[in-house]
Nanobody, 115 residues
Framework: QVHLVESGGGLVQAGGSLRLSCAAS????????MAWYRQAPGKEREVVAL???????TYRDSVKGRFTISRDNAKNTVYLQMNSLKPEDTAVYYC?????????WGQGTQVTVSS
């Protein structure tokens, strides 16, 4: 089984920064894509950023220039550096990894940005 542990969420003022981490452990031979999603109350879960096995990156338009996704393959960990945070970034953030034919989710970490 694969287990994901997220950390780094919290409460920050607008314009502040947070760095989210998601570490995978268990029966992992090779991780393909890794991604961050977020979900605000009453809204659908949406992709925030995606990083492929070879490092190619894709971002949601609303976070381009502010967020950076990265990965450390030796540690089976994906990061999301979030700068210039806005109140509309407030949500529960979830990591997701693809291993073979399976996808695994973290249980979420709350990010709250105050005005």
């Amino acid at each position: 089984q694969v287990h994901l542990v997220e950390s780094g969420g919290g409460l920050v003022q607008a314009g502040g920064s947070l760095r989210l981490s998601c570490a995978a452990s268990g029966s992992i031979f090779s991780i393909n894509a890794m991604a961050w999603y977020r979900q605000a109350p009453g809204k659908e879960r949406e992709v925030v950023a995606l990083i492929g096995r070879s490092g190619g990156k894709t971002y949601r338009d609303s976070v381009k220039g502010r967020f950076t996704i990265s990965r450390d393959n030796a540690k089976n960990t994906v990061y999301l550096q979030m700068n210039s945070l806005k109140p509309e970034d407030t949500a529960v953030y979830y990591c997701n990894i693809n291993v073979g034919i399976d996808n695994y989710w973290g249980q979420g970490t709350q990010v709250t940005v105050s005005s």
